[in-house]
């Protein structure tokens, strides 16, 4: 039960860090709650597409 834990550890800690990611963004205000709902919903997946899909060239440097 210990690696569960530490898993969930770590995807809450990722979660945390794409919503401050979101929020630092450069886009508008909806897509950013949009994004934060999305990530929070489905905190793996919705990690994942964030960071290949959400971000902007302006975003990722």
Do not use: N, Q
Not at 36 to 44: D, K, M, R
Request: aromatic residues 8%; hydrophobic residues 60%.
């Amino acid at each position: 039960m210990g690696s569960y834990s530490l898993l969930g550890t770590i995807v809450v800690i990722l979660d945390i860090i794409a919503i401050i990611s979101v929020l630092l963004g450069s886009a508008s205000v909806s897509h950013k709650v949009i994004w934060i709902i999305v990530v929070l919903i489905f905190p793996v997946v919705g990690m994942i597409v964030y960071y290949l899909v959400g971000r902007s060239s302006r975003d990722a440097a």
